[in-house]
């Protein structure tokens, strides 16, 4: 039995019947229909490709032959309640310690990073026996009761701050309030998080945990400054709390150095329990914890099972180590290196051209990377029509899909799949470029090699997609 096609108006017509009006779709005034994928690129109901710079989830490239035909084998043989006895499992758990510093060694399989998030939550509360929570401003980390309740970007739109969450400074050093001319920036936001756990001890409570997104993404695509975690996670542990890396959406490999960007900060630092989901299963929902023998023994100690009825089942564990292989045959964390420092130099000679880029963002050596459009340089005043616009703009006149970020929506951001490649990042630019200068025909390429893949292009887009 084949599904039913609908015209795109159809389809709208009857989303907005049938499906909830807060669930927004990208572009809600004129919504894309996709009805395939491949690689990095999105095609719709009348054959039209989009260049897609934002699905992170499609860590490997969407529909990438080896993942479905991964999971179609293992659906095929198997896929059942997670309380049997199972191969794929521990050899799945196996291959992520191996990424990991010696010291996270128990995982918990789940099924997004949002209960990946509240049951890093359950941990920490289990293993310090006190409830008190740090975050940082702009924090999102998934839309469970308990996480909202963590995440300032949601909490200050609803009921507000709970009485123990506590929100220090995001360490913005572009916009916040120590910024690139400090002289020591890490130390004087990590400063700021001590002051914090100084105020909740004189209210005679305790932490629990300071919760952090390793790169903060919906606080603007944001650079923690080096040596910030390091000093945060002194602090927290000495307060007897524990530190949680939200690595769901920046983690396996995508800032390109290192395969979890916590790691960005040194090898002596190492968090107490790293949270993942997004780009495990290229696509299929799966997602989990990773945290110390001394934190699982405190979980299991309280004499309440856990299970999770579909977490590190068969079928999703299959997925799982299907895209870490193609991670490693494909290259795709050295892709993210090559491919993002040629995005952060195009970007960075764009910036030297359009006063309205204030800041380009750039995750380490990797594809987390974004632009802050400013209206004016020495104010650093958000411009958030023009970004909004831009991404109008990218997507209707040259099928470019990107979105924004950041507590003003004035951060325009890519964290594409990371099959992401060198001739993809030329196009944006180029096309970002015509767009700012205001000019409505394609402008003379930015640099002489641009001028030379371009002519390229075509013909190389044309082969990856047969």
């Not at 990208?26 to 996709?34: G, H, R, W």
């Not at 499992?89 to 209960?115: H, M, Q």
């Not at 004087?188 to 409570?205: L, S």
């Not at 934190?295 to 299959?318: D, H, K, Q, R, W």
Request: with cysteine.
């Amino acid at each position: 039995m084949s599904l039913e096609k609908f015209r795109k108006e159809e389809t709208l017509a009857k989303r907005k019947k049938w499906i909830g009006h807060s669930c927004r779709l990208f572009y809600s005034d004129d919504p894309v229909k996709i009805v395939r994928a491949r690689g990095q690129y999105l095609f719709d109901e009348n054959g039209s490709r989009y260049l897609d710079c934002i699905s992170n989830v499609h860590h490997v490239g969407h529909c990438h032959p080896s993942i479905t035909q991964a999971a179609a084998s293992q659906m095929e043989l198997l896929n059942t309640n997670t309380r049997f006895l199972h191969d794929n499992i521990v050899l799945y758990a196996d291959r992520l310690a191996a990424t990991l510093p010696e010291k996270l060694c128990v995982f918990y399989f789940v099924n997004s990073g949002s209960e990946a998030n509240d049951l890093a939550l359950r941990l920490a509360h289990g293993y310090t026996q006190h409830e008190d929570v740090i975050v940082l401003d702009h924090a999102y980390h998934g839309h469970l009761t308990s996480l909202i309740d963590i995440s300032p970007y949601k909490f200050r739109k609803l009921a507000g701050q709970k009485e123990w969450v506590h929100v220090a400074p995001l360490p913005d050093v572009y916009r916040g309030m120590f910024r690139e001319n400090h002289p020591d920036p890490a130390q004087a936001y990590a400063d700021t998080v001590k002051e914090v756990i100084e105020e909740v001890h004189r209210k005679g409570r305790k932490i629990s945990a300071f919760f952090a997104e390793s790169l903060p993404s919906v606080g603007g695509q944001i650079i923690l400054p080096q040596g910030y975690s390091t000093k945060v996670a002194e602090y927290v542990r000495s307060a007897g709390g524990v530190y949680v890396a939200d690595e769901v959406q920046t983690g396996f490999g995508r800032v390109g150095s290192h395969f979890w960007a916590f790691q960005m900060h040194g090898e002596d630092f190492c968090p107490d329990i790293v949270t993942m989901g997004k780009p495990m299963g290229n696509g299929h929902p799966v997602a989990c914890v990773a945290t110390t023998a001394e934190i699982a023994a405190a979980f299991t100690a309280n004499g309440v099972e856990y299970f999770n009825t579909f977490g590190g089942n068969p079928v999703s564990c299959a997925i799982g180590l299907a895209v870490l292989d193609v991670m490693e045959k494909e290259d795709l964390r050295g892709n993210a290196m090559r491919v993002g420092a040629h995005l952060k130099g195009l970007l960075r000679k764009l910036q030297t051209q359009h006063q309205i880029i204030g800041d380009v963002r750039y995750g380490g050596a990797g594809l987390f990377v974004g632009i802050e459009l400013v209206t004016d340089r020495e104010q650093r005043t958000p411009a958030t029509e023009a970004a909004s616009r831009l991404v109008r703009r990218l997507k209707e006149e040259d099928r470019i899909c990107v979105s924004t970020d950041g507590p003003w929506e004035s951060v325009v951001k890519f964290k594409p799949p990371m099959c992401f490649s060198m001739e993809d990042a030329e196009l944006v630019v180029q096309c970002i470029d015509r767009i700012l200068t205001g000019q409505l025909h394609r402008k003379k390429p930015l640099t002489q090699e641009i001028n030379n893949t371009i002519r390229l292009s075509d013909t190389f887009l044309k082969d990856k997609n047969q």
